[in-house]
């Protein structure tokens, strides 16, 4: 789900310039790419874009380091929640029938088990794909319809990802399964 | 289209779902005197009986504090069953909704507000179509999220390694996810991890947690069983009014607009058909206009009443007084001593207000009181009987005097009731003499009081009465 939540963050935009100044500018860009370089927040979900900009007050001014600012600002960010029916692309079908991974928006660890695809059965091959006789096929680059059954919040855990959210799916419910007629650019969060 | 199906239902939503309610906080004391649950129900009871309706009147009506009737509609427009409307009005904005509620024939009858400054009054209103689709996915939802329990749809899936008997959750083998084979691998020994079903899990797991899975199942049938049983007739009800048009009063200007215009075209009118079906948007029976109710209070104290009352106690049929009103030497007619039957208005006294009554009750209220008149008029009559029997007594024990009255005083215990006041003032006696000295022969005279109580104290004897 879409949020927006005020947040406090504390950026270093840098050295002062030769007037002893440092612009406003220079502490939203640091600001941007403190958020970048983060993605992602354990409270908040993943941060999608500054809104607007609450305050900007100096924290902390000293003869060892650069001038610290304290920035309160409203941010746009987008967290899962238990319950809820995002759509998705399929990314990678397990060769081994256990599931499939799914992206969703700026969640890339969604996790679809093969036992929440009741009626679905695994066809193996170099396109590993499941097949539904009523529903139709699941493979790479379907738009699947899905519900949220939990997640978590990876923090420095797992091996390359990190300040991720990995989230469990499941298509048993009415309406969910593979939309066809969607196309993959066309999801909207 | 008639409104009465959907008001049940509301009452029965109330009742169902919002009968523990209280605006009180969870960490606040909930004594027997404070405590409210049950306000939403007495909240929603009444707005069946009303359209708009001013949040103010509603407050007063229902006798409930205007923050806590405020927090409850506050929880109602959240639960989607209540419209509230809020706009800033002056001394004509809030006439018109008054003249509007009484077009309506409410009979709520409110008067224009003497001192109305401008500022932001509150409207709400039941929404019946808002009502009917929120009861509908409620009642979806609990089913659905109970159905979904019992068959494990919400269960995360588990993954065992046949190795080392080690579990792992989808979320935790996820990350043991093997680039090659694209299985999942167990992090100790390397084992491939199997899914399981929730049967395999319930054979494999401990009796410990089979107990208790399969309480939690009988447990959840129990209560699937429990709310299909208690909910049916609120589920009744719901498919009865499925195809019923639902009664739409429209925005709270609309609403007025159409009120207004009603009162005006339909005043004096039953039933008319414009009424119908502009002034309350539904339709079925109008009230009648019988006008505004104006209430006329006349207190003999005030100035300006003061001679109205006099006027009608001047030109009123005499009424016949209560006995205990009786006094030896008062001017009384027949009438007034109750001896001939007439209508009766033994029930009023000098201070009487005059309401002006509807038709309807009027007409009731006689039949009532033709029979209880009677009943009046014989005790009285044998009372009266009573009085003179005694009185003629007194006189012949007694010394003529000139005048010895006591207005307002009991008179002998022959006319002493239980339960009626009786005074003795002796300095009340000497202000009476000066009142009533001269009066004509037929007045009956009463001695000294003390005399009297002596003379009460040997009729004890005839009538028998109970000390209070």
Redesign the interface.
């Known amino acids: 789900m879409l949020c927006e939540g005020e947040l406090v963050k504390y950026v270093c935009p840098g050295k002062p310039d030769s007037n002893g100044l440092i612009s406003r500018r220079s502490i939203i860009t640091s600001l941007l790419k403190y958020l970048l370089c983060e993605k992602a927040s354990k409270d908040h979900g993943y941060f999608l874009a500054i809104t607007s900009i609450k305050s900007i007050s100096l924290k902390l001014v000293n003869e060892v380091r650069f001038p610290l600012f304290r920035v309160i600002f409203n941010c746009r960010t987008f967290m899962p929640f238990q319950g809820e029916i995002l759509q998705g692309v399929v990314d990678q079908v397990?060769?081994?029938g256990?599931g499939l991974l799914l992206r969703s928006g700026p969640l890339k660890?969604v996790?679809l088990?093969?036992?929440?695809m009741p009626g679905y059965s695994f066809i193996p091959g170099e396109n590993p794909s499941f097949l539904h006789d009523k529903f139709g096929k699941i493979e790479a680059g379907v738009v699947v319809r899905f519900s949220v059954?939990?997640f978590?919040w990876?923090g420095r855990?797992?091996?390359d990802?990190r300040n991720e959210l990995?989230v469990?799916a499941?298509i048993?419910?009415e309406y969910l399964g593979p939309l066809p007629e969607v196309q993959p650019d066309d999801i909207v969060l | 289209m008639s409104i009465e199906p959907f008001n049940r239902l509301v009452k029965l939503v109330a009742r169902a779902f919002y009968d523990d309610f209280t605006t009180k906080g969870e960490n606040q004391p909930k004594t027997g005197r404070s405590d409210n649950r049950g306000i939403v129900v007495v909240v929603l009871d009444a707005l069946t009986r009303r359209q708009w309706v001013r949040e103010e009147d509603l407050a007063k009506a229902l006798s409930l504090h205007s923050k806590q009737l405020r927090r409850t509609l506050r929880f109602l427009e959240e639960e989607k069953l209540v419209t509230r409307d809020h706009r800033r009005e002056t001394a004509k904005g809030a006439k018109i909704f008054s003249a509007a509620i009484a077009a309506t024939g409410d009979g709520i009858g409110k008067e224009g507000e003497e001192k109305i400054k401008l500022h932001t009054h509150s409207y709400c209103c039941l929404d019946y179509s808002q009502i009917h689709d929120v009861v509908r996915y409620r009642l979806h939802r609990l089913k659905k999220k109970l159905k979904d329990e019992l068959e494990n749809k919400n269960t995360v899936q588990e993954y065992i390694c046949p190795n080392c008997s080690r579990r792992y959750t989808a979320l935790d083998a996820l990350r043991l996810v093997s680039l090659e084979d694209e299985y999942f691998h167990c992090e100790s020994c390397n084992g491939e991890l199997v899914a399981e079903s929730d049967k395999l899990a319930a054979q494999e797991a401990g009796d410990g947690d089979d107990n208790a899975r399969r309480r939690r199942r009988e447990k959840l049938k129990d209560t699937l069983q429990k709310m299909e049983v208690q909910l049916k007739p609120l589920m009744d009800q719901l498919s009865r009014v499925k195809d019923l048009p639902v009664p739409e009063f429209g925005s709270l200007q609309a609403w007025e607009a159409r009120a207004h215009a009603a009162g005006r075209g339909g005043s004096g009118d039953a039933g008319a058909n414009d009424g119908s079906k502009s002034s309350q948007g539904y339709g079925g029976t109008p009230m009648p206009f019988l006008g505004d109710t104006k209430v006329e209070v006349s207190f003999a104290g005030l100035e300006g009443k003061e001679e109205d009352v006099k006027s009608e106690v001047a030109t009123a049929p005499l009424k016949v007084l209560p006995p205990w009103m009786i006094k030896q030497g008062m001017n009384l007619t027949k009438e007034q001593r109750g001896e001939v039957g007439e209508e009766s208005k033994m029930e009023s006294t000098p201070m009487s207000s005059q309401l002006s009554d509807d038709k309807k009750s009027t007409v009731q209220s006689d039949d009532k009181k033709s029979l209880q008149d009677e009943y009046i008029k014989a005790y009285y009559a044998a009372l009266l009987k009573k009085q003179q029997e005694q009185e003629e007594s007194a006189r012949k024990q007694q010394q003529p005097s000139d005048s010895n009255t006591a207005d307002g005083h009991s008179d002998t215990s022959s006319s002493r009731q239980v339960g009626m006041k009786a005074k003795r003032d002796p300095e009340d006696v000497v202000w009476e003499e000066a009142q009533y000295a001269g009066n004509p022969s037929d007045s009956y005279k009463v001695g000294d009081l003390n005399v009297q109580a002596d003379e009460s104290g040997e009729d004890d004897d005839d009538v028998e009465w109970e000390e209070g």
């Open positions: 397990f060769r081994s256990m660890w996790y088990s093969a036992i929440k059954l939990s978590r990876i855990r797992w091996g990802a990995a469990l499941s048993e419910g």
